[in-house]
């Protein structure tokens, strides 16, 4: 078997290039010939590309998507998070392991199906859902599942199955983002330009990046244009991984052509040859949509040499998948995992626009940043900046979900304020709002006046609605359970920290908490947002210090008077074993080291 093997990696690794930054597409194709990555391909990977042994294992144990064991013909994973919940992930999850008898993580004894709990799927807008074989299944119900079990039994396509549909709920398109465009008219106008006269054009349209921090586009172009380097890289983030986030999935469907107008439009400004579009490995079944747009503008000449005409002007874009690992979603994991890497941040300075990819400087941009940047050189940084406001110019697309009549994407103007928002998507009597995904904040009622803009309420575009009915506490900590599952794990403070405040929360909502555990979760928190290495850390404890500023009524009801109350209780730990040896509990706790 290891003879087949050596034939089959050789053979994979030299449709790659030999090359050791695609070391996640050779993983990819290596498990999807044998079904996983056994031990005797994580040796032989490292030997055809010259590399070592761990760097393989390395990279392989850190994404959900590799599996180190055989898993079943049929990979069903279902998404547990919050919103899906809501809507009744739970029910569905039980449905499934009755009817294949199997709990989650396990495979069945035939070897046909695996059963997994994943992370947010991008389809929030009409849970609860899951993917099988990266087919996205919606719309679930406990009724569905025996039927779907029966069909994927008799070997039907999942592709085939009438919940495997994407609806678009694309609710509110607006003047930028979905607006009519005609392909390729923002790369013509750009290369009839100089670089820098493109890259003044987008500063005044005061661009900012659509991804919640808004840096100025701009100014990243300008600073990566004027770094030396052997080569410059623009690399679109489509790794869109935040709970209740899934605006994203709507672009690459809808506006595909769009992206990649941005991204040659940066491409020409900052002088480079090669762009990179990450796709989070959960929208694996848009990849032969996008490659069919690429070679459709490759036809026409919009990429490859002498893209539009402009002499000397050669800009080609690559598609990476991810292989599903939230963190990815920070540009400097990004950037790890474009090259091949486990996806853990890195310390910066430098900057990735300094030394990014392959260590030259490189433009880390979103979809949604590139596809206005793509408007403002087709219409003109006039037309862009007289949308929204003073300084927060252009649209903004939220991904709304939760408990709300119309979930799905809206594109509105900078400036809205949140209760216009929750009247436009049918939720006037909302208890909370969570802006920005977990790592956001989450707005009482007091706050739904604020405004949606850089100058108040800035976003990425997540925002899920709480109705009056929710536990609001229980989301919180189902929050802060997905920071405990995706933090790489590179510093205490988010790997220690996020593990002790879920279980600060845990304590409270069983109704052990004291006015100390509040103080101690507050302490807490702050030291991770301080101390952590990256975004993800810097904001993983925000779910339980928003809400214990906005909603310290929900915390002081479930809080007793006592000074301190243990989590754990001893006594009742050892009823079992004290009826067995005949002692009381209270005996056999008392026990005393002999003494020399």
Known sequence: MAENYTEIINQIVDQFGKDRSRLMDIARAVQAKLGYLPEEAMGLIPQALGIHRVEVRDMASFYSFFARQRKGKVMIRLCNAVVERMKGADAVAQAFEKALGISAGETTADGMFSLEHTACIGMSDQAPGALINGIPVTGLSPADVPKIVKALRKGDDPAKLPQAKVDLNLRQPGAVIFAPSERGEAVRKAVNMTPEQVIKEVNAARLRGRGGAGFPTAMKWDFCRKTEGSAHYVVCNADEGEPGTFKDRVILTEQADLVFEGMTVAGYAIGSEEGLLYLRGEYEYLLSHLEQVLAKRRSLGMLGKNVCGREGFNFDIRIQLGAGAYICGEESALIESLEGKRGAPRDRPPFPVQRGYKDQPTSVNNVETLCCAARILEKGSAWFSKIGTKDSTGTKLLSISGDCAQPGVYEIEYGITIDKVLDMVGAPDAQAVQMGGPSGQCLAPKDFGRRISFEDLPTGGSLIVFGQERDLLDCMAQFIEFFVEESCGWCAPCRVGTVLL???????????????????????????????????????????????????????????????????????????????????????????PPTR
């Open 502 to 592: 879920h279980t600060l929360m845990e304590k409270v909502l069983s109704g052990k908490g004291t006015r100390a555990d509040l103080d101690a979760m507050t302490k807490l928190g702050n030291s991770i947002k301080t101390l952590s290495r990256c975004g993800l850390g810097q904001t993983a404890a925000n779910p339980v210090l928003t809400t214990l500023q906005n909603f310290s009524g929900l915390y002081n009801a479930r809080i007793k008077s006592d000074e301190y109350i243990p989590l754990f209780d001893l006594s009742k730990a050892l009823q079992e074993g004290a009826a067995i040896t005949g002692r009381t509990p209270e005996l056999a706790g008392n026990y005393s």
